[in-house]
């Protein structure tokens, strides 16, 4: 069983940054698919950007591409979202995500069956 836990989240301004961080715990040597997504209130959840802890290059929604990056300690277990030139659009609950496979082209909330408690992220313009 894995834990997830988000941190980080917060209010800024505008055209701020924020940095998120999801510990995660109950694994041992396993390596998973970690993801961030969002949710805006009335919105779908949506699948931001993902990362192989075996290795690999991440993936992102175009939506955040070149202003977010994920990233991931293996030593710490822990995975990290940098979040610049940020708007009131991605105002949201953010959470990290998990899955014992690798990562799909598509980051979907459904391929994913660990999940954080979620962060709130609130951007004013």
């Known amino acids: 069983q894995v834990q997830l836990v988000e941190s980080g989240g917060g209010s800024v301004q505008a055209g701020g940054s924020l940095s998120l961080s999801c510990a995660a715990s109950?694994?041992?040597?396993?390596?998973?698919?970690m993801a961030w997504f969002r949710q805006a209130p009335g919105k779908e959840r949506e699948g931001l950007a993902s990362?192989?802890?075996?290795?690999?290059?991440?993936d992102y929604v175009n939506s955040v591409k070149g202003r977010f990056t994920i990233s991931h300690d293996k030593a710490k277990n822990t995975l990290y979202l940098q979040m610049n030139s940020l708007g009131p659009e991605d105002s949201a609950m953010y959470y990290c995500?998990?899955?014992?496979?690798?990562?799909?082209?598509?980051?979907?909330?459904?391929?994913?069956?660990?999940w954080g408690q979620g962060t709130q992220v609130t951007v004013s313009s």
């Open positions: 995500a998990a899955a014992a496979h690798y990562c799909y082209y598509l980051i979907r909330d459904y391929d994913y069956n660990y």
């Open positions: 109950g694994y041992t040597d396993s390596t998973y698919c």
């Open positions: 990362i192989y802890t075996g290795g690999g290059t991440a």
